[in-house]
Each structure stands twice: as C-alpha cells, then as structure tokens.
C-alpha cells in the first residue's frame, strides 16, 4: 500500500511569507503527526491530529498552525516565515487508536524548506 | 515521557553485531522503550519496542535490562546501509497520542 506522501518535497520562501505543506497519510490511518528538524534542534514535535482534532501539541510558537480534512489528510500552515523556520518538515501517520495498536508511525520523505 | 540518554557517535565493522547503549534511569512502570532510526535525508524508520521482554524481530533485537532502566539495540550483522542516526525513545502508549519525543540519538558508522 501507499506509504505517506508530503508535497512538496522542497520549497523555497522569503522572510514574512507564510507557507502551507501538506501530507496524506497511509490509507485507513487517523493519526497525523508533524515534526521540525534542524541540524541544531535536532526532531521536535509540533502537533498531532486525530479525526480532525488536535491531541497534541509541542512548545512552538502561534505561527505554526496545522489542520486535518475528513479523509485523514492533513495539512501544516507557517506564518511569516522567519530564516530560522528552514529545516526539513517530516510528518507521521498512525492508526491513532491508542493502546498497543499503535506500535509504529511511518514518517513520509519530508517537506524542505528555505526561507531567505 | 522519561528522558533518554544515548552516545553521540559509535563505529561498527561490517558483518559485525552492532550494540547501541540506551540509557532512561527515570522509566515508569507503563512506558515503552521504541527504536527508530534516519538514515540520511530520509523520514525516521521504525525499528523495535519493548516493555520488560527482551525482543526479536526480522531487523534487530532489544535487551531490556531487569531493573528497565537501560537497554540495548542490537544489530546482528551490520552492513554498510546500517549507517544511520539511532533513537531511544520512551512514551507512555494510551489513547492519548502519539507525539514522539526524539533525543539526539547515536550516530552508527558502518565501515567496510
């Protein structure tokens, strides 16, 4: 089956743009996860999305927003941009049931992207 | 989520086993130990979990030591796509989310 797909792959933005990045997750999983990584923070967790609710959320600014449709995709909206939000924007899906379901998250390619 | 503690780098010889020390003193009694590991540009992989049990799949196996408060990653036989950056991570698996709290892992170098 599919695995998780994120578009674009590389985007290139300027200071005080805002950008959206977009991921489907793998058919039948409820669960979106988004991440940030950077060569100086390392994975950091943004926010989670089950059945079009937030569950989670990691310690970063209001800039960062995210949103989940009813057919499981989901999508990460950053407001203007600031240089330091360059890095590369994994996201994740699960079952999202809980309990021992969710073992795994399958993590897509990423999304890069530069902010100049 | 308890804090986990890895070594930043280590070097295995190919066809060699590979052990990746993890360390989470503060574990609880209801947290999980998972492994994932990012090989270059890519998303994370997922590899292993474990509560108390020593584990065993088709990629590794994970010594979970009696006290839980360390374990090891191993890879049998290590080959050069092994190369990788390695995560210890420990959550609590509920129905409240799944929100990974990534370290900064350790670094495996394969070498021929």
Known sequence: ?116 | DAKTTQPPSMDCAEGRAANLPCNHSTISGNEYVYWYRQIHSQGPQYIIHGLKNNETNEMASLIITEDRKSSTLILPHATLRDTAVYYCIVRVVSNSGYALNFGKGTSLLVTP
């Not at chain 1, 005080?16 to 997750?25: E, I, W």
């Not at chain 1, 923070?41 to 989940?68: A, V």
């Open chain 1, 1 to 116: 089956k599919a695995g998780v797909t994120q578009t674009p792959r590389y985007l290139i933005k300027t200071r005080g743009q805002q950008v959206t990045l977009s991921c489907s997750p793998i058919s039948g999983h409820r669960s979106v996860s988004w991440y940030q990584q950077t060569p100086g923070q390392g994975l950091q967790f943004l926010f989670e999305y089950f059945s079009e609710t937030q569950r989670n959320k990691g310690n970063f600014p209001g800039r960062f927003s995210g949103r989940q449709f009813s057919n499981s995709r989901s999508e990460m909206n950053v407001s203007t941009l600031e240089l330091g939000d360059s890095a590369l924007y994994l996201c994740a899906s699960s079952l999202g049931a809980g309990g021992l379901v969710d073992t795994e998250a399958f993590f897509g390619q990423g999304t890069r992207l530069t902010v100049v």
